[in-house]
């Protein structure tokens, strides 16, 4: 698993002291205003330390150290940003998005079924799978039809009904 995962990218300025208005990837803006540091590259190669940040709306406003005018805040515009892992909670059972990007999809006979090319967030998550003939079938990602998840495997088993992933009434 990556050590760094993508959290959010800054759209915009906000003030004139600096701060940045990050759009967040991850499960909210409370995310991204706990972290310590945010990173500018997925290796952790480069961090800027967070003075102070709050949510608006959908949005995460920063302030970064060292960052102290809109100038010096608009060379950040559309960079992407990252956090450790470590930092990001996870409650029991969940798992991130992008730990499943890649995954093999099983069946209950561990018979490879695809892999997951995408998962659709919304009121209930879609997980947008590639067959082997490289069609794609979307499956609801609900206790019904995923049995199991393991991203330390790289795998997800689900039990699919009969019209799920193929053309059968």
């Keep these: 698993m990556k050590p760094y995962l993508e ?25 991204v205003c706990a972290q310590e540091r945010l990173f500018l590259d997925g290796e952790g190669s480069r961090s800027l330390k967070i003075e102070r940040a709050r949510a608006q709306k959908n949005m995460c406003l920063v302030k970064f150290e060292g960052v102290n005018s809109v100038e010096e805040a608009r060379a950040y ?16 059972g969940r798992v ?12 209950e006979a561990q018979e490879e079924l695809g892999r997951i090319k995408d998962v659709i967030s919304g009121a209930q998550d879609i997980l947008r799978i590639e067959l082997a003939d490289g069609s794609e079938r979307l499956v609801p990602f ?3 039809f995923v049995k199991s998840v393991d991203v330390e495997k790289g795998e997800l088993v689900i039990s699919p009904i009969r019209g799920l992933l193929d053309d059968e009434d």
């Design 7 to 31: 959290i959010g990218r800054a759209v915009t300025t906000h003030g004139l002291a600096g701060e940045l208005k990050l759009y967040c990837w991850c499960d909210g803006p409370e995310v």
């Design 77 to 92: 515009i559309e960079r992407v940003f990252w956090a450790k892992r470590e930092s990001i909670p996870l409650p029991e």
């Design 96 to 107: 991130l998005i992008s730990d499943l990007l890649g995954v093999r999809v099983l069946n």
């Design 142 to 144: 609900v206790d019904a």
